[in-house]
């Protein structure tokens, strides 16, 4: 079985953006949420899958990722993912032999960034790096779609867009 063990963090300054070696743009949406589980298709540039994720327990949960054809991700996103679509860039940067995914989002989330580092086991001592604020791991007011609910709640309001959630530097 597929596992995925993340943890997840705000960011305290930029300083991370001088070592990121690669960045790519991508388009996640989410097809179905039940129970904490999750399908959701994402588009790279190039490529793009289809991930299967179940409910979290602790640090960990199953993820099952599957390549597929970019002509059904796109019909996936445009007809079966309504408004759970996000737009992000994808940083990455090495520190001290973990490497940080940190998703700068555009569109209704533009403002937030946050960081991520998989683990190989629930235990690993991850040494964070300088730039690296609070974890947010088991806060759900940071899960994507609490996030972009929180958004939707704004713009019904008339508030700006990115009146709820953003990183130190946002």
Do not use: Q
């Amino acid at each position: 079985m597929a596992t995925e063990i993340e943890r997840k963090f705000l960011l305290e300054n930029s300083s991370w953006r001088a070592a990121a070696y690669k960045r790519e743009r991508l388009v996640d949406g989410l097809v179905a949420a039940s129970d904490g589980r999750k399908v959701r298709v994402r588009l790279y540039e190039d490529r793009a899958t289809l991930a299967i994720k179940s409910a979290r327990k602790g640090l960990k949960r199953a993820e099952f990722e599957y390549e597929i054809p970019l002509a059904d991700a796109t019909e996936l996103v445009a007809k079966h993912c309504g408004e759970k679509v996000l737009a992000k860039t994808r940083h990455y940067v090495e520190h001290m032999g973990y490497i940080w995914e940190i998703d700068e989002y555009v569109g209704l989330l533009e403002g937030v960034v946050i960081a991520e580092v998989e683990l190989d086991t629930e235990d690993d001592h991850v040494p964070l790096p300088p730039w690296i604020g609070r974890e947010i791991t088991y806060d759900p007011n940071y899960r994507k779609i609490n996030l972009l609910n929180a958004r939707f709640a704004s713009l019904n309001r008339g508030e700006p867009a990115r009146a709820s959630f953003v990183s130190a530097d946002g």
